[in-house]
């Protein structure tokens, strides 16, 4: 007998060479219907392999993350058996599951493969998936599979095979097809009962510009027909907030080809939105005790060598910059830190003085592949809204409470409400990993746990997912759609304050390393502009707004009424202008709907006679007739609801 513990804690015993299936059938028979994926003491298995030791096992159903990737991993595969049949000769090399659905990378050869293609494929899929074929794993020797890619002339397989140990491999089988795999299935492809091929792309062998272009082939599947029409709504409504299309339409930012892909252009009404969201940072930090610096854009190779980022950045970063001077190099900045760490090092500190908070809105460059440039969200130069805090270690857990108020703060401000937060530990099982003391670590491990816990945070634990500097808290936000994105990290480190060889002045006089806290509430300006745009369709919250309203006159006749309620509004600091074309009213106000314009106020004979405006709120209809003092009431207390004060 073996005994299999459960998630709950309770521990079963099961015959040697029960399976995963087994254990669901002896909790109920409904969870053995929706069962399709396991784990096994921290490793992947199929709901038939046989358990032979003692053990803890975790089952996946559809409504877990963990089977949904199964889902989709074995889709890959039906679409892998899918592309065999229908292109002849075609060479696969990997497919695997991603955040929402799968891709399979294929040498085509020959062969040509686009969007008016994906109907077919999806029938040949289904009409595999219908055969109800079960997934088999099944071991095979290094000699073995070699032989099975050679025969194939499947130079892919046979580079990843090479790189693999005897012992280690293992193929998958279902129906007639068969492929390299570690493992993690579904039961059988009957399970699969809906299917959407989605973009075909380039795609360069291992991420590498060198090697051969690929095709990879991106697909979703589901359970049910219902799942993947829902999946396509949300689809289609995602177009709509695409941050690329809404920023366009909004006039916000745009991209120049001469200037260099991945490099926005902030536009007036763009470039005036980030001065607002610097603005609300700059107030708020300078409320929690944070120093404004400016670094430059670039530095002597050395500090980032001396820092690490070069080892990290170096290769797939811009080249260095050479100056007239022999064997000078500068480096365009990829991280903010080092020069911060220099700011510090300015000038001796005592203990009395600390901690240090030094905040700045700092540019800097990474260069990303073109194949990875995504609108806003992925660039090669970026603003971060870094801030570092040097303290003691023992003031590590009053400082870190303070940033996650401030994380918060953000978060209410702008309309995220809906996240979770991952506390990322050490592995104590490898502590040769990380650098510092175990007293140290225990230190901030602890800081980070009891602030997360006195903050109330709906906080997971995943242990051995730290930095080898420090342990980190990362703050994962839903937006609209139900889409999760990293938003807001806070990290302490140890490395840094070690390579750059800082310190202060203890009470006992001597000296000792400071703890170093990297903060950044937004991450990066471009990213957080991208998402908020996407979660709010465009319609900011009013504080925040480029134009908070517009006056449309009814004709020209009013347009002298139109400029007076302006400068009224202007001098109530509200951010208004005039649209005094040769429209009909009508026209002007479907336009000023389009722009997401909060507010429309309406102007005409009566209007002017009684110094009142018609207000009209974007996606509601008419308020009705006031004044221009309540109009300015009504957004300043709009404002006041969703700007608190820090």
């Known amino acids: 007998m073996i005994k299999i513990t459960l998630p709950d804690g309770s521990v079963k015993e099961f015959e040697k060479n029960s399976t995963p299936m087994d254990v669901a059938k002896s909790i109920s028979e409904g969870l053995a219907r929706n ?192 799942d993947l029409k829902e999946y396509l709504e949300l689809l289609e409504e995602a177009k709509k907030r695409d941050h690329r299309k809404l920023g366009k339409e909004l006039e916000l930012f745009t991209f120049s080809q001469k200037v260099g892909q991945g490099l926005p252009l902030w536009l007036p009404k763009g470039a005036a939105l980030r001065e607002r969201l610097e603005n609300f940072l700059k107030k708020a930090q300078k409320k929690a005790g944070y120093e404004q610096v400016v670094s430059p854009h670039i530095g002597q190779k050395e500090l980032y060598v001396t820092s690490g980022h070069y080892a990290k950045y170096g290769e797939d970063s811009f080249q260095p910059i050479r100056t007239p001077k022999m064997d000078e190099e500068f480096l365009l900045k990829p991280m903010n830190c080092p020069h911060h760490c220099e700011i510090y090092n300015a000038r001796p500190w005592s203990y009395k003085e600390l901690p240090k908070r030094y905040a700045e809105f700092g540019t800097v460059y990474r260069y990303e592949q073109s194949g990875e440039l995504h609108g806003l969200t992925r660039v090669r130069g970026f603003t971060q809204d870094d801030a570092h805090i040097f303290c003691t270690p023992d003031q590590l857990d009053e400082e870190f409470k303070k940033v996650i108020d401030l994380v918060l703060y953000v978060f209410g401000s702008l309309g995220f409400e809906n996240f979770t937060a991952q506390v990322s530990l050490r592995d104590p099982e490898n502590p040769d990993k990380y650098l510092g003391s175990d007293a140290n670590w225990e230190k901030a491990e602890n800081a980070i746990l009891s602030a997360a816990k006195e903050k109330g945070l709906n906080f997971v634990v995943e242990t051995g997912e730290a930095a080898f500097y420090g342990p980190k808290l990362d703050f994962m936000v839903k937006d609209a759609l139900g889409r999760s994105w990293q938003l807001g990290t806070i990290q302490v480190d140890y490395n840094l304050p070690e390579r750059f060889d800082l310190n202060y002045k203890g009470s006992d006089d001597k000296l000792h390393r400071p703890v170093m806290i990297h903060r950044a509430p937004f991450g990066s300006m471009e990213r957080f502009i991208a998402i908020l745009l996407e979660h709010t369709a465009g319609n900011f919250p009013l504080w925040l707004m480029p134009e908070q309203a517009i006056i449309l006159s009814i004709s020209e006749k009013y347009e002298k009424y139109a400029e007076k309620v302006l400068n009224l509004l202007e001098n109530d600091e509200i951010r208004a202008l005039v649209d005094n074309r040769n429209e009909t009213i009508g026209k002007k106000i479907r336009d000023a709907e389009m722009k997401k314009i909060p507010y429309m106020l309406i102007v005409g004979e009566q209007e002017e006679k009684d110094g009142t405006i018609s207000v009209r709120k974007h996606g509601e209809g008419d308020l009705g007739t006031i004044t221009i003092n309540e109009f300015s009431d009504l957004i300043n207390s709009e404002i006041n609801r969703t700007l608190k004060k820090f």
């Open 35 to 226: 069962v399709i994926s396991a784990n096994f003491n921290g490793t992947k298995v199929e709901t038939v392999t046989p358990l032979t030791t003692d053990g803890s096992l975790t089952l996946y159903t559809w409504n877990d993350d963990e089977g949904k990737q199964a889902f989709w991993h074995s889709t890959s595969h039906i679409m892998a058996q899918a592309l065999e049949e229908l292109y002849p000769g075609v060479k696969l090399t990997i497919g695997p599951s991603i955040d929402n659905g799968f891709y399979y990378d294929v040498d085509l050869g020959e062969h040509t493969i686009s969007e008016k293609d994906f109907p077919a494929i999806e029938a040949k899929m289904l009409e595999i998936a219908r055969g109800k074929h079960d997934y088999k794993m099944r071991a095979v020797t290094k000699t073995e599979a070699l032989d099975f890619y050679k025969k194939q002339g499947n130079e892919f397989k046979v580079e990843l095979i090479e790189n693999l140990e005897d012992g280690t491999i293992t193929f998958c089988d279902h129906d007639t097809f068969t492929d390299l795999c570690r493992g993690g299935h579904i039961p059988n492809t009957g399970i699969v009962k809906a299917i959407k091929l989605l973009s075909v792309a380039g795609a360069y062998w291992r991420g590498d510009e060198n090697k051969p272009q690929l095709t990879r082939i991106y697909g979703i599947s589901f359970p049910k027909q219902k």
